[in-house]
């Protein structure tokens, strides 16, 4: 089984070469256009090409690196916003808040339970110390085979 994973170099030379051949076709078909239609053209270029290395500057891109059998993407550099740490956090409070509340729900349901068998335990008709002898819970078991 390969693994195809992306050279984040590669990529770029690829889009660079890509970009060089549109820009040389463009500029051959620009040939026929007036002077400043071309001097307009020629500028926007400038200007793409300025904002290109502004912001190649600024921001990072992706890679895919290979660690052995397995790939792993890297989003670069990027600064943690107040809403990044804010989303990263908020699952981890909720997912304490849902344990915390879940626990208090069992306990209150173990204490509803043991507050029941001491309500049948002083309501019955024996006395709760009949229920610690050894005796009881034979006469229990005889009674319960007949």
């Given at each position: 089984?390969?693994?195809?994973?992306?050279?984040?170099?590669?990529?770029?030379?690829?889009?660079?070469?890509?970009?060089?051949?549109?820009?040389?076709?463009?500029?051959?078909?620009t040939?026929?256009?007036?002077?400043?239609?071309?001097e307009?053209?020629?500028?926007?270029?400038?200007?793409?090409?300025?904002?290109?290395?502004?912001?190649?500057?600024?921001?990072?891109?992706?890679?895919?690196?290979?660690?052995?059998?397995?790939?792993?993407?890297?989003?670069?550099?990027?600064?943690?916003?107040?809403?990044?740490?804010?989303?990263?956090?908020l699952?981890?409070?909720?997912?304490?808040?849902?344990?915390?509340?879940?626990?208090?729900?069992?306990?209150?349901?173990?204490?509803?339970?043991?507050?029941?068998?001491?309500?049948?335990?002083?309501?019955d008709?024996?006395p709760?110390?009949?229920?610690?002898?050894?005796?009881?819970?034979?006469?229990?078991?005889?009674?319960?085979?007949?």
């Open positions: 089984m390969t693994t195809t994973t992306t050279n984040p170099q590669r990529a770029s030379s690829h889009a660079d070469q890509f970009g060089r051949a549109v820009a040389s076709r463009l500029a051959a078909s040939d026929d256009l007036p002077y400043e239609v071309r307009r053209l020629r500028a926007a270029r400038v200007q793409a090409l300025q904002l290109r290395k502004q912001a190649a500057a600024t921001h990072t891109v992706p890679a895919i690196l290979a660690n052995g059998s397995s790939a792993t993407a890297t989003a670069g550099e990027e600064s943690f916003s107040l809403w990044t740490r804010i989303g990263s956090v699952p981890l409070l909720a997912l304490l808040a849902g344990l915390v509340l879940l626990h208090s729900a069992q306990a209150d349901h173990r204490a509803n339970e043991i507050a029941e068998v001491d309500a049948a335990i002083l309501t008709d024996l709760p110390a009949a229920y610690a002898d050894p005796g009881f819970l034979q006469f229990l078991k005889q009674s319960g085979r007949e």
